[in-house]
T-cell receptor, first 113, second 116 residues
Framework: DGGITQSPKYLFRKEGQNVTLSCEQN?????MYWYRQDPGQGLRLIYY???????QKGDIAEGYSVSREKKESFPLTVTSAQKNPTAFYLC????????????FGDGTRLSIL | AQSVTQPDIHITVSEGASLELRCNYS??????LFWYVQSPGQGLQLLLK??????LVQGIKGFEAEFKRSQSSFNLRKPSVHWSDAAEYFC??????????????FGKGTHLIIQP
């Protein structure tokens, strides 16, 4: 079955450490997105990519980085510059038109040790 | 920039009763509107979407939503809720093609509690 796979489901980070969250999709979608979810805040867009080798900052990109070397993959790195990284991170993909819905993975919960 | 408001943070409904979740948006043109549902610790599942045409749209799990341009609203309804409907519900808006596929703007969500 086609879908979006996020790994790991739970991730722990030490102070000053970079961590990378994986997102893979086999839906043949062009566009991919990363959102951050905090309690009572809804979802906020971190980065998005419409095609391979191109990506754009969203509303809260500071302290994060991404790459899009393959159509299927859109990893997110949470750097040490992100001072409050504890959150639930959701990856999504879509065909690429705003009138097409986004499909979401099951998320990664990142916590600070 | 577009914005989405879900006025109710929590709603409690008895099982078998009807449900309406409110969503208001702010955007200069006709938006693309979506409702998603999220179970604890899970990703989001699309319930329904509105792009154009008939203002009453049907979705999965017996949900429907009505687009009212005059009120800038896109409220979600269900005639009879089941205990399994307890979850977090998000309304979202997408921009027109001129802005590219640059993600959705989400409301802060409504937490639905079902009473037996």
């Amino acid at each position: 079955d086609g879908g979006i796979t996020q790994s790991p489901k739970y991730l722990f980070r030490k102070e000053g450490q970079n961590v990378t969250l994986s997102c893979e999709q086999n839906l043949n979608h062009d566009a991919m997105y990363w959102y951050r979810q905090d309690p009572g805040q809804g979802l906020r867009l971190i980065y998005y990519s419409q095609i391979v080798n191109d990506f754009q900052k969203g509303d809260i990109a500071e302290g994060y980085s991404v790459s899009r070397e393959k159509k299927e993959s859109f990893p997110l790195t949470v750097t040490s510059a992100q001072k409050n990284p504890t959150a639930f991170y959701l990856c999504a993909s879509s065909i690429g038109s705003p009138n097409q819905p986004q499909h979401f993975g099951d998320g990664t919960r990142l916590s600070i040790l | 920039a577009q914005s989405v408001t879900q006025p109710d943070i929590h709603i409690t409904v008895s099982e078998g009763a009807s449900l309406e979740l409110r969503c208001n948006y702010s955007y200069g043109a006709t938006p693309y509107l979506f409702w998603y549902v999220q179970s604890p610790g899970q990703g989001l599942q699309l319930l329904l979407k509105y792009f154009s045409g008939d203002t009453l749209v049907q979705g999965i799990k017996g949900f429907e939503a009505e687009f009212k341009r005059s009120q800038s609203s896109f409220n979600l309804r269900k005639p009879s809720v089941h205990w399994s409907d307890a979850a977090e519900y998000f309304c979202a808006v997408g921009v027109l093609p001129g802005g590219g596929a640059d993600g959705l703007t989400f409301g802060k969500g409504t937490h639905l509690i079902i009473q037996p």
